[in-house]
């Protein structure tokens, strides 16, 4: 043990002497990431059951009020959403005369990119408007590391905050959303999101959650805001042409930072981090698997959503397509039995 704090406290002082890390090639990703990982599971003589059961009584740390409180918040967002729709969105859609379908579409736009935009800023203001230094610097996260460490307040506000609003996506994607091509894969995404939020709390990589959830909320923000402007450019017999435009830049910048963000660099400081550069910081490090294992299915559904974006690119230069929308919708003739709301 204290050959191994010697050798780690090492590794860091000339981590700090040469600097950050620079960031790897997708090449470097696969053929360090590839290594560590089968070093890892050539190391590791006990792994199975017996070995996670240990592992969650050692290093799991959740206490009962916080899911209570995580639950609690969920249900507070779902009432939020109603209340927001009824007294504020619908009138608002009503009082700009929406053409029936952008009306009925736009209540959803407008509570997801409300709450994507103050996520993200406040993921942004931790990241570049304090000393955390996780996304210059991402093998940094794992540096300090030490099993049941406490959770800075202002992460454990963000964690709260995104946690619950997961948990009311949940619910909300079965029950509240319009129901399209890819909702099966939304679930899928909303449940693997708060499996990692509450497991990366548990065991104390926050650090590591903060830059995920700052590289995924940006592209959430511009599609909400585009979607808008599509529902807004058309209203009251008229066509505003300010919408138009910024729907037309939207979808050039949602398409852009979706790649930049979500598919560069992620994949390059998120997962090179947790598969490589983790097992460097703390060798024994629990759930290896587990948590990359997670990741690595979200950089899977990153890439089949960026089928979609490819699809819509396709179809606009092709001269497909003549007016915006989202191609994950049903068209009319296809479109499932519509779930009534609650007024209804």
């Given at each position: 043990g204290h050959r191994r704090r010697a050798r780690r406290a090492d590794c860091m002082a000339a981590a700090e002497s040469v600097g950050p890390e620079?960031?790897?090639?997708?090449?470097q990703l696969v053929q360090r990431g590839w290594g560590s990982a089968l070093a890892a599971a050539r190391g590791c003589a006990d792994c199975g059951w017996g070995l996670a059961r240990r592992?969650?009584?050692e290093h799991a740390h959740l206490a009962p009020p916080e899911l209570l409180l995580l639950?609690?918040?969920?249900?507070?967002?779902t009432a939020l959403r109603s209340v927001a729709t009824a007294r504020l969105f619908r009138p608002l859609a009503k009082r700009c005369r929406l053409q029936p379908k952008d009306a009925a579409k736009m209540p959803e736009s407008a509570w997801k990119f409300l709450f994507y935009l103050g996520a993200?800023?406040?993921?942004?203001?931790?990241?570049?408007?304090?000393?955390?230094?996780?996304?210059?610097?991402p093998p940094s996260m794992f540096e300090d590391w030490t099993s049941g460490m406490a959770v800075p307040r202002d992460i454990a506000v963000a964690y709260l905050l995104q946690g619950s609003f997961y948990g009311h996506s949940i619910y909300a994607t079965l029950y509240m959303d319009?129901?399209?091509k890819d909702s099966v894969v939304m679930l899928i995404h909303h449940v693997v999101t708060l499996v990692l939020i509450v497991s990366s709390y548990a065991f104390r990589y926050h650090n590591v959650g903060i830059l995920v959830l700052f590289l995924h909320d940006i592209s959430d923000v511009q599609l909400e805001f585009t979607k808008l402007n599509v529902y807004f450019k058309s209203r009251g017999g008229s066509t505003y042409r300010v919408h138009a435009l910024v729907a037309d830049l939207g979808c050039i910048s949602f398409s852009l930072s979706w790649f930049w963000f979500r598919l560069y660099w992620f994949p390059l400081k998120v997962l090179y981090a947790t598969c490589h550069c983790s097992l460097r910081s703390v060798p024994d490090i629990p759930f290896y698997f587990f948590?990359?294992?997670l990741l690595l299915l979200l950089t899977l559904m990153n890439l089949y959503w960026f089928l979609y974006?490819?699809?819509?690119?396709?179809?606009?230069?092709?001269g497909q397509m003549n007016?915006?929308?989202?191609?994950?919708?049903?068209?009319?003739?296809?479109?499932?039995?519509?779930?009534?709301?609650?007024?209804?």
């Open positions: 620079p960031m790897p090639s997708y090449a592992g969650l009584a639950a609690l918040g969920a249900l507070g967002w993200w800023s406040y993921s942004a203001y931790l990241l570049f408007g304090t000393d955390y230094p996780f996304f210059h610097d319009a129901w399209r948590f990359n294992a974006i490819v699809a819509f690119a396709t179809k606009v230069l092709t007016e915006l929308k989202d191609v994950r919708d049903y068209d009319s003739a296809e479109a499932p039995s519509p779930k009534p709301s609650k007024a209804e």
